[in-house]
T-cell receptor
């Protein structure tokens, strides 16, 4: 079974702190994604990566950065946390990879999520 | 703009009946379509994927795809209280690339015992 893990289920931080959210997948997936989910707004893509050291902005990258130094690990960084970044953060991975490869199947598998509260 | 539309619900269905969840999408290029189930406070779980026109069955779940009408649906037969959840429709607008999926906002399903 695909397993995607996230470093924390719940996290409370203060405004201005630097926050690291870690995601690890154990299935050798090329693609990894970070979403946030808010009531009424659904899932919104923050950043994604299709290879080690590669990253692409999603729909709402402002205030976030990412790091992918190893294939299995994708980190989301909040450089200076703000209250409007209070949210559920979801990491996902996909078994198909390569931006130039055309694949029909693009299933994503999610980690358990991190509920972040910024005070 | 690439969109995925779902009725937010709640959709209330009696136990044992068929629950029908619908989703429309905006781009005919889309190749891959997915249904996720999300329980309150939990992360989305992939339950069905469909790539070709027609029906795909897996246990009590049937996904239906009509590319001409840009419409995908999920049927849940013999609905159980444990099926109560939010169901997310997702579409791959990247043509199989690595750009991720576009998700609808979900339909909240309630199965009444």
């Amino acid at each position: 079974d695909v397993k995607v893990t996230q470093s924390s289920r719940y996290l409370v931080k203060r405004t201005g702190e630097k926050v690291f959210l870690e995601c690890v997948q154990d299935m050798d997936h090329e693609n990894m994604f970070w979403y946030r989910q808010d009531p009424g707004l659904g899932l919104r893509l923050i950043y994604f990566s299709y290879d080690v050291k590669m990253k692409e902005k999603g729909d709402i990258p402002e205030g976030y950065s990412v790091s992918r130094e190893k294939k299995e690990r994708f980190s989301l960084i909040l450089e200076s946390a703000s209250t409007n970044q209070t949210s559920m953060y979801l990491c996902a991975s996909s078994p198909r990879g390569g931006k130039r490869l055309v694949n029909l199947y693009n299933e994503q598998f999610f980690g358990p999520g991190t509920r972040l509260t910024v005070l | 703009q690439k969109e995925v539309e779902q009725n937010s619900g709640p959709l209330s269905v009696p136990e044992g009946a068929i629950a029908s969840l619908n989703c429309t999408y905006s781009d005919r290029v889309s190749q891959s379509f997915f249904w996720y189930r999300q329980y309150s406070g939990k992360s989305p779980e992939l339950i069905m994927s469909i790539y070709s026109n027609g029906d795909k069955e897996d246990g009590r779940f049937t996904a239906q795809l009509n590319k001409a009408s840009q419409y995908v649906s999920l049927l849940i037969r013999d609905s159980q209280p444990s099926d109560s959840a939010t169901y997310l429709c997702a579409v791959d607008y990247s043509g199989g690339g690595a750009d991720g999926l576009t998700f609808g906002k979900g339909t909240h399903l309630i199965i009444q015992p």
